[in-house]
């Protein structure tokens, strides 16, 4: 088939080595323009338009996606049979959608119509979801509310994190989409319902501040969610403490507050809204990530002292 690829970041690779390995013709891979990285801040290509250079495909990395040159050659010139479009971060217009034959094919890192939106995968992992998958769905005009063509269902393992389940569900992505555009003349189209439908917006820096009133599965599943950016927030003596890895635990000491450290030696361990949270793994400013015995021993944490509730910097 002749397809136009449209995706951004790595997520999106897999499936764009899997529809070449399957031996379609990519007319040419879409992506968003470079941008300043590092202290330098010199220009770098997202890693889909770096890999479509390794593959000698021609790149298009326009900035206008609604009018111009671009639409033209979309809907007037390119004459492709499908569109994949891989978290390309860029709202098609109508034009667009119905511009190729089989018009334009959707690989939605969730189970739709839950988490519908720019960071599904996290935002199932926060929500404490037993399970997610990929959804090839039929691209329409609303925020990912089309007909849904093949649905791969996977656990979330629980102590599974953000760049984990990524890379994972990128796979699937990739086996999903290979399998929708071989049988796309067969494949029956699946309206979604409008119950249960929920919204997976991008994360913010306040996503990854801890309230140690809410339950520690709660905070568990947020620290597992946030990995790696924005980071679950704390603060320990007023400073910001990365908390990077966690385990909900039974409390030693069910009368105490929500945020006071319960044990400080093996392990540290800080009372919640419910139950215990057993942190792994934290990061102090200007520091290393380190284990809860090493930073125990490093900061002199002692029962009894009490971990704040994650705040926003001002400075």
Known sequence: MRVIFMGTPDFAVPCLDAIVAAGHEVLCVVAQPDKPKGRGQALQSPPVVQRARE????????????????????????????????????????ALLGAPKHGCLNVHASLLPRHRGAAPIQRAIMAGDAETGVCIMQMDAGLDTGDVLLRRRTPIGPEERGPELWDRLSQIGAEAIVEALAQIDVLHAVPQEAAGATLAPPLSREDGLLRWSEPAQALHDRVRGVDPWPGAVARLRGAPLKVWRTLPVESSAPDANPGDVIEAGPRLVVQTGQGALQVLEAQLPGKPRRAAAELINGARLRVGERLEDGALETT
């Open 55 to 94: 593959l000698g495909l021609p790149v298009r990395q326009p900035k206008a996606v609604r009018s111009g040159p671009f639409v033209q050659w979309f809907t007037e010139e390119a004459q492709a049979d499908v569109a994949v479009v891989v978290a390309y971060g860029r709202i098609l217009i109508p």
